[in-house]
């Protein structure tokens, strides 16, 4: 998979912020959609704390792993899938992580039987298409065209 597309491309849509700020769910964030977590060294800072480039790079980084890890945890076969379904399997776990998007029942059974049509149909047929329309119509679209 191509770390460096997925990086640009979740970038673009989380944006990079360098402080401590609160998510559209109130909850402590840095860099590129980080949540700040207890195991952080970020956990209790008061919002607007700066954070730096590099501790984003690496908080980033650190996420995309696990990302990946509970893409493949969620797809068996997630390394087999095309790039492009790989590309957006990842940006919506980064997105959304894995409890989430396990939920996308229908879609994964697009995906398991090849049926991207199907699998963008059930992207569709959801709040979190609702909430972030212009990342979902373009993951969707992007679907649709594999």
């Not at 390394?79 to 229908?106: H, T, W, Y």
Request: charged share 30%; glycine share 6%; hydrophobic share 40%.
């Amino acid at each position: 998979m191509d770390i460096e597309k997925l990086q640009e491309e979740v970038a673009a849509d989380e944006g990079c912020v360098y402080e401590v700020y609160l998510d559209h769910l109130g909850l402590a964030t840095f860099g590129i959609g980080h949540l700040v977590t207890e195991n952080d060294p970020e956990h209790g800072a008061d919002v607007d704390t700066p954070i730096d480039e590099s501790r984003c790079i690496e908080a980033f980084e650190q996420d995309v792993q696990i990302v990946l890890s509970d893409c493949s945890k969620l797809y068996s076969d997630f390394d087999e899938l095309p790039e492009e379904v790989q590309q957006i399997v990842a940006n919506m776990m980064f997105n959304m992580g894995r409890p989430r998007l396990s939920k996308f029942k229908g879609m994964k059974r697009g995906v398991d039987a090849e049926d991207w049509n199907a699998a963008a149909d059930e992207m569709v047929d959801s709040a979190w298409y609702r909430q972030v329309t212009n990342r979902a119509e373009r993951l969707v679209e992007r679907m649709r065209n594999v």
